[in-house]
């Protein structure tokens, strides 16, 4: 993931470099507790005006029927995956053609040099697509330890207007990474010897805190120019979540500590009071400041990450370039708006993704990314796609 502080931070996140510090959650984002060539296909159709719905495929003249459930320790043909005849094959293949080429052994190099030719060669087909994975992959579910479902959130890149000079609302240094981070202090004392010529940019004060949980994000300035802050360095504290602490402070109701709640509360009372309440969390990133090429931030990978297709993983459990074939259903979830059925890469890791069958979903950019991925906190099951020689 990238720099993400627990969970969410991502495209790139920031325990780890975005390019693996987009990947604090969203879901971090929201609770503060704790390209793009075509989407994973949520079950249920996206709300009106939504982009990025799946592209329309249509099944041979005999479909399969939809398989039963997959045993764990069963190593399975592609085919039998639940939801695989719904699949947007087509878009997955393209999204695993500019994935693949992370993979360190043989065998996923050797498939992904087949996928790459196949690629070049051919006006590849959806049927085309999905008899290269069938052909070249079995699946293998992944386990939790007492064998329950794991956990699926999301993260974004967020887009935050910015200014070259300071102002009265937008007076929060975005700060270049100094000579020896894990020396800086905590936040309050970054701050308090903050030095204005040495600032990148100035935002306001609780969408720097967001986006430093976020570990990345695009910048608007005020001449309409346009560039990405990138995850450069943290300070090694630990995450400290906020909400809990405003709650049990009486500043937000128990159950009214959403990330649009903080983030008011924090506009609201902009100055030392919201300051004091930031200062609870100890970790502080820094920044460089990147051209913005209007594409999608790089994960911990290296690549782009792609819209829909691409998650943020457990490095201890998964490697880089793997193909994944996520089952996450909604249910009942408050707030959900789909649930989630599809191939993606591994190409991201963040701080608070920890265990087998734990993955985040990056979502895209701006704020409808945002807005869905905050409502993604689904029970999750997993496949590893393995390679054939």
Same mark, same amino acid.
């Not at 249920?44 to 799946?54: D, E």
């Not at 087949?114 to 049927?127: F, M, Y």
């Not at 100890?282 to 400041?289: N, Q, S, T, V």
């Given at each position: ?16 470099? /975005?390019? !693996? ?16 060539? #075509? ?37 399975? !043909?592609?085919?039998? +995956? =639940?939801?695989?005849?719904? @699949?947007?094959? +087509? ?34 087909? =959806? ?29 974004? %890149? ?10 009265? @609302? ?20 970054? @701050?308090?010897? *903050? ?17 430093? /949980? ?11 120019? $346009?560039? &990405? %802050? ?11 979540? /906020? ?14 500590? !959403? #990330?649009?709640? /903080? ?19 100890? &970790? ?6 990147? =051209? ?11 690549? =782009? ?33 789909? !649930? ?14 920890? #265990? ?8 895209? &950019?701006?704020?409808? *990314? ?10 999750? $099951? ?8």
């Amino acid at each position: 993931m990238s720099a993400r502080a627990g969970g969410a931070q991502r495209p790139g996140r920031a325990a780890a470099p /975005i390019a !693996s510090t987009l990947t604090v959650l969203t879901l971090t984002a929201l609770t503060l507790a704790a390209c793009s060539t #075509g989407p994973m296909t949520p079950t249920v159709p996206p709300a009106t005006g939504q982009t990025g719905g799946p592209v329309p495929y249509t099944p041979p003249p005999s479909p399969l029927p939809e398989p039963g459930p997959v045993r764990p320790g069963d190593a399975v !043909s592609p085919a039998v +995956l =639940p939801g695989w005849n719904d @699949e947007d094959h +087509l878009a997955a293949f393209r999204a695993y053609v500019d994935g693949c080429g992370v993979a360190r052994e043989a065998v996923a190099r050797a498939v992904c040099g087949r996928a790459k030719a196949l690629a070049a060669t051919t006006t590849v087909t =959806p049927s085309d697509a999905r008899a290269f994975f069938e052909a070249s992959f079995s699946a293998e579910p992944v386990a939790t330890a007492d064998g329950r479902p794991g956990l699926l959130t999301a993260y974004f %890149a967020p887009e935050y207007p910015a200014r070259r000079r300071p102002d009265a @609302e937008f007076s929060a240094p975005v700060l270049p990474r100094p000579a020896d981070p894990r020396s800086a202090g905590d936040r309050a004392a970054i @701050e308090a010897r *903050a030095r204005p010529d040495q600032a990148l940019a100035w935002m306001r004060a609780e969408d720097l805190f967001f986006m430093q /949980i976020q570990g990345s994000g695009y910048l608007t300035f005020e001449d309409g120019t $346009r560039g &990405r %802050a990138a995850y450069a360095a943290d300070n090694g504290k630990t995450f400290v979540g /906020i909400a809990r602490p405003m709650a049990r402070q009486g500043l937000l109701p128990e159950n009214g500590t !959403s #990330g649009d709640a /903080i983030r008011g509360w924090l506009a609201s009372h902009r100055g030392p009071e919201a300051q004091a309440v930031m200062a609870l969390n100890p &970790r502080y990133i820094f920044f460089r400041l990147d =051209p913005d090429d209007n594409g999608h931030p790089p994960g911990a990978a290296g690549l =782009p990450l792609t819209e829909r297709r691409a998650v943020a993983v457990d490095p201890s459990r998964w490697r880089y370039g793997e193909l994944v074939w996520l089952e996450a259903d909604g249910g009942d979830l408050r707030g959900a708006t789909a !649930s989630y059925r599809g191939l993606a890469m591994a190409l991201d890791t963040g701080s608070a993704i920890r #265990g087998p069958v734990r993955a985040d979903l990056y979502m895209g &950019r701006g704020d409808r *990314a945002g807005a869905e991925a905050g409502t993604v906190r689904h029970p999750l $099951r997993m496949w590893k796609l393995v390679p054939k020689g």
